[in-house]
């Protein structure tokens, strides 16, 4: 069996609780999931800035997953922020919501839409389709307009606007399917899949697939090149030791 840890990037537990749930739906029979969110930073993760913050919590939680001996981490925030120096401390997988629905879509769909939270983030969304190379891929990119705790509201405010959303992008990009940009939408693909009748991609559920899938396949990070582990150097203040 393997432990997986799901990382909120933010400080939310309202929406580290709707992850969590989602992951366990889809983990395998014995596997655990290891819900954490950093213990300061910012409670919904909304631009470059947001992510700018988030991304140290995000590292602290990956030095403690790995040196708790996780077999992989899951950075479960549409930004995927920190990814690349996640996977320089990390010794497991770590794979990011983002890139992982964004892999999953074009294997069912040959183009695919996004759907995400507030207009601003779409452009993080663009960078990551240019960093990961799906660019072609993506029909259309659309923002609920909504807070990122909109969706913890309890209201189903946000719910519907995601609903309606993906309908449009469905009727109106010619995409086959639609990924769903943010991790507090994680509980919403299942439903939305079997109403749309077109593949709905939640991130947090893909990335528990594609840790065990690595895991089965015995592959782990990288540690040659660029991912190997950070140089050695003293690191001050609050940062010290993170690097070891
Ligand atoms: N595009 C987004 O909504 N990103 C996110 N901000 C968060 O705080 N969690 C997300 O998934």
Redesign the pocket.
Do not use: Q, R, Y
């Given at each position: 069996p393997l432990i997986i840890q799901v990382i909120?990037?933010?400080t939310?537990d309202a929406?580290t609780a709707t992850i969590a749930a989602a992951a366990r739906v889809v983990a395998a029979p014995g596997n655990e999931i290891l819900a954490v969110c950093p213990q300061e930073g910012?409670?919904?993760?909304?631009g470059h800035f947001?992510e700018a913050i988030?991304t140290l919590g995000v590292l602290e939680q990956v030095k403690l997953g790995r040196d708790a001996g996780v077999d992989g981490h899951i950075i479960?925030?549409?930004?995927d922020p920190g990814l690349l120096a996640a996977r320089e401390l990390a010794t497991a997988p770590v794979i990011g919501?983002a890139e992982a629905a964004m892999h999953l879509a074009t294997l069912v769909a040959t183009r695919f839409s996004i759907v995400?939270?507030?207009p601003r983030?779409l452009t993080?969304?663009r960078h990551l389709l240019h960093q990961y190379g799906f660019e072609r891929h993506c029909a259309g990119l659309h923002a609920i307009d909504l807070p990122?705790?909109a969706l913890e509201d309890g209201s189903g405010t946000a719910q519907q606007k995601v609903r309606e959303q993906c309908i449009a992008a469905r009727d109106r990009d010619g995409s086959g399917a639609v990924v769903l940009?943010?991790?507090?939408?994680a509980d919403l693909a299942r439903s939305l899949t079997d109403e749309l009748g077109i593949p709905v991609i939640d991130g947090v559920s893909a990335a528990v697939k594609m840790v065990e899938a690595l895991a089965a396949l015995g592959l782990r990070t990288s540690k040659q090149g660029d991912l190997a582990y950070p140089l050695a150097k003293p690191l001050s203040g609050r940062f010290h030791g993170l690097n070891q």
């Open positions: 909120n990037p933010n939310s929406m910012a409670p919904s993760i909304e947001d988030a479960a925030c549409f930004g919501i995400t939270t507030l983030t993080i969304a990122v705790l940009g943010c991790g507090g939408m």
